[in-house]
Every structure is written in C-alpha cells, then in structure tokens.
C-alpha cells in the first residue's frame, strides 16, 4: 500500500548509497555492477582516499531515516529498480533513476505509454489539441506521461482526466513526473491538479520529499518522460527548448518521436517543424500515433535505431552513458599510483573514457573503475556526450 512500506537491508543501504554525495544514476548501476549489492559497496567506500586522504561523504542514517519518514507522511512510497513493478521501459535508460518515488497506481508503470510535451507559453490552439489527444489517447487504453508544468503538460493530463470521468473510472491513465519532491507541487497553481493525478492516478519523483524544483532537475525529469513512453509527442516548442530535449533522448532511446506541424510564423512552432524535417513522425489526430506505436506494440523488442542525428547541444549534463562491464580483477579500490596516472590526463577538456584509455595506455575496463573511484571523491565529472573532466575547482 502506498505511504505503508518497509525497507530490507539492501533497500536501505542503496538509499543510502544514492544519496551519497558524487554518486549518480551512472555511478550507482557501475558501484552495484562491481560489488554485487549496495551492501557491499557502501563496505568499500570508506577505504577509497582522495588526495586530502578523505573517503567518500556518505548519507548519514539520521537523514535517510529522515527523508523515509517523510515518504510515508507524504503517502508515498519507493520503487527500487531491483524491484519487478520498477517500469520496464525506463530500464533501457543508462543514467535510469535507481530509485523512484511514487504516488499513487502503480500499474499504470506497465501500461503502454505516451509522452505529451511542448512550451509553457502555449497558444490557446496548442492547449486545446493537448487537451483532445490526452483524452483520446487514454480513450486508446493507453497511458499519457507529461510533466504536470502549465501549458502543453497541464493540458494533456486534464484530458486524459476527463477521459476517466466520461467513462465513469476512478483512475485516470495518467502518469505525472515532477522535477521536485513529491510533497511540492510546481507550479503552485497546478497542486490541486497533482494531487487529483496523486489521488486518482499516478505521481513519480527521483527527488526526496522538500526538493525544491531548480532548474537543473527539469532536464532529468525529461529523460524520466521519455524512458516511460513508447513515444514521445511534442505539441508545441520553441527551438532549443526543455520539449526538444525530451524528445532528443526519445530518440536516442529507440524510441518514436511524433510531433504536431504549425505555422512557420509562429516562432512555439519552429521545435516542432524542425523535427519533422529531420524524421519525426508528422501528427495529425490519434489515429497517427496508434499507428506509429503499433509495431512496437505488436513487437517483442523496441527499435534501437535512432530516427534522426542527435544535436549534441541539446545534452545535459549528466548523460546516458554506455554500459561498462567491470572485469573481476579490476578494484574500484585503485592503487595511488594507477589512480594518479588517471587524474594527471584529466583537465577542464572533457575526454571520452575510450580516448583516456588510449591516452593513458591502459585497459578501458581498469579506467572506467578509476573513474568511478575519482568521481564518487569529487575530482572529475560526466558531461554531455559521456565525456568525463577534473572537477571545477
């Protein structure tokens, strides 16, 4: 039952682990990949030295007990990725949040899904067509996932929400990702419409309870959007806006990119057009986007090919990674020695790990693990494009 939840061991330790400073979805998935649990992991880490001689800063257990107790005040609960209610699609992510926290129906996480985003600033026109493919789509038996901000978000949920109550259904097919903690509604205005979506459907953070939504979060909060949709459908958006983003990792992932064509004059538009050019899927009422999801709904894999060329501007700046096997005899536990001949390429130029390998003379496997050591210390960090550099200073 959501808010009515206990925590075994592991479950614990990789809260504690997540909410360690410098460690990150990528980091996460490569510490529990090297060690085999969370557990053991968090038994390692205190014997990683930095050059001041300090280990890494965990979590304290009084803030993890802290951060839980309000998860249950708040009704919600969490959804670890070692979990199988832990939404399939969102695994084919890298950087996949490890945990979640979640409010409400759950099994709208294995329902097919579509992504519904565009501009904050809409044309009335723009939220009105929202409004109608939101209820549509859920009328589809399908699933809408937005990000509950105003405008094109706000719009496509209410739709869907109506779809609920034409049919006389006590849950709605929808899915909210917020870019805050779950007790915080954002924007204000939106708080009674996140907790009908709490109440009545569903809410998903990667946040703890008190985040404010700043806005270094919205970028994650995107790939959370895409990572649950079969296809991502943008409605409205401006060039190089939060919209296009969120269907740039759509495409990464495989996944279908639709988007609504408007007015050349119409600057909300120019994201939209552009996208089509370059290979999106050209919408222009439901019935464009039952047919572009029902090969992979007919399908047992997901396409892996992407549709169109990344533009690596539009990045953020922790990014989806490639999977790393770490081989057995590699320690994360480096000797100094190793790990200074790592740090000492390092420099404000990011470098891909290949290329480091190269640089360094050393076995990609051995310089992923360093990696990983340097950056749960905080003396390099991930870029866009899977590139890593010696932390700012």
Do not use: W
């Not at 919205?218 to 459908?233: D, E, M, Q, Y």
């Amino acid at each position: 039952m959501t808010g009515d939840f206990d925590l075994s061991p592991e479950q614990m330790a990789q809260l504690i682990l997540a909410r360690s400073q410098n460690i990150g979805p990528v980091t996460f998935a490569q510490l529990l990949q090297r060690f085999g649990s969370a557990q053991q992991a968090l038994a390692a880490l205190p014997n990683v030295k930095g050059r001041t001689g300090k280990s890494p800063k965990l979590a304290l257990h009084a803030i993890i007990e802290a951060e839980i107790a309000s998860v249950r005040r708040a009704g919600a609960r969490y959804l670890f990725m070692s979990e199988p209610d832990y939404p399939p699609l969102l695994r084919h992510l890298a950087n996949a949040p490890p945990i979640l926290i979640v409010k409400g129906d759950i099994s709208l996480l294995t329902r097919p899904s579509i992504g519904i985003v565009g501009a904050r600033n809409s044309s009335a026109g723009a939220k009105k067509f929202a409004h109608k493919l939101g209820f549509e789509i859920a009328e589809q038996g399908l699933t809408v996932v937005s990000g509950l901000a105003r405008g094109i978000d706000s719009e496509a949920h209410k739709g869907a929400v109506a779809a609920a109550h034409r049919d006389r259904s006590n849950s709605a097919a929808t899915i909210g990702v917020i870019a805050s903690g779950i007790d915080i509604a954002y924007p204000p205005e939106n708080a009674e419409l996140q907790e009908h979506l709490a109440t009545n459907a569903l809410v998903v953070t990667e946040y703890p309870p008190g985040s404010e939504p700043v806005a270094r979060h919205f970028p994650f909060r995107n790939r959370i959007i895409a990572g649950l949709s079969l296809a991502t459908l943008v409605v409205e958006a401006a060039p190089r806006s939060g919209s296009l983003i969120t269907a740039r990792l759509a495409n990464e992932l495989g996944r279908q990119v639709l988007a609504i064509p408007g007015s050349p004059l119409d600057s909300r538009s120019a994201g939209c057009n552009g996208l089509i050019r370059e290979g999106a899927t050209l919408v222009r009422d439901v019935s464009d986007i039952v047919e572009a999801i029902t090969p992979l709904l007919e399908g047992d894999a997901l396409p892996v090919a992407p549709m169109f060329q990344q533009d690596e501007e539009l990045c953020f700046d922790e990014p989806q990674a490639q999977e790393v096997k770490l081989m057995g005899e590699t320690s994360i536990i480096a000797s100094e020695e190793r790990r200074d001949h790592i740090r000492n390429q390092l420099s404000q130029v990011a470098i891909s790990p290949d290329e480091l390998s190269i640089l360094a003379d050393c076995p990609i496997e051995t310089v992923n693990a360093i990696l990983v050591e340097l950056e749960i210390l905080g003396e390099c960090e991930r870029v866009a494009g899977g590139k890593i550099r010696a932390a700012s200073s």
